[in-house]
């Protein structure tokens, strides 16, 4: 016949049950708020997303080095219509490309590489400007060249914009001679009828006014 031990006996008897709510509370030792995180893209409207990995040519070194792995997404501002190319590493989110797509740039595939594409680019990731050549490569053929299209397209757009400004630009500056050449042929007219008036005066025989 088994045996229980008494002073076992009396820890059973004394612990709480499973089920028994202590009434217990325990405040949380820091206290968490939320906080608004900018990215800086609130005022762009991304128009492409992709995942990828970058690379960087280093001149110095002459070959391909690593950027980072993660998205790279082309951004339109909501009001100004500029694009800009962004990149961040997927796990830290530090920026690994940051610039503009501008009129004067190209992207071409990559020899050999179906995959992957290159571009010259005026780059702001680490804070200044520097002349980068990039290579990007994708996960397929398709993402490559989806890509490639759209960063031409941008590029296109951009033109337009450019040309569209210079004609704002050259019919204003038009309206602004035409405008002038008027006030000018005005004055003219107001001005010759002082001259008769005072050929008139001067043949009447009034004194001419002294020297």
């Not at 290159?118 to 290579?135: I, T």
């Amino acid at each position: 016949m088994a045996t229980t031990n008494p002073e076992h006996r009396e820890e059973e008897e004394n612990a709480p049950a499973e089920d028994e709510d202590t009434g217990a509370q325990v405040a949380p030792i820091v206290k968490l708020e939320e906080v608004a995180v900018t990215t800086g893209e609130e005022d762009e409207d991304a128009i492409l997303d992709l995942k990828a990995k970058l690379y960087r040519f280093d001149k110095e070194g002459k070959q391909w080095k690593e950027r980072g792995a993660g998205a790279v997404k082309l951004l339109k501002h909501k009001v100004y219509g500029k694009v800009r190319l962004v990149m961040r590493q997927s796990k830290t989110l530090k920026i690994c490309a940051n610039h503009l797509v501008l009129p004067n740039m190209s992207v071409q595939e990559h020899a050999g590489n179906d995959k992957s594409c290159v571009w010259h680019a005026s780059d702001y990731a680490d804070g200044e400007l520097k002349d980068e050549l990039f290579c990007i490569r994708f996960a397929s053929v398709e993402n490559c060249k989806t890509f490639i299209d759209m960063f031409q397209e941008v590029v296109e757009s951009q033109k337009k914009q450019e040309e569209n400004k210079d004609a704002s630009a050259t019919a204003g500056l038009l309206e602004k001679l035409t405008v002038g050449e008027k006030v000018s042929t005005d004055e003219e007219s107001e001005t010759e009828p002082k001259k008769e008036d005072a050929e008139r005066r001067d043949g009447d025989g009034e004194a001419p006014p002294p020297a």
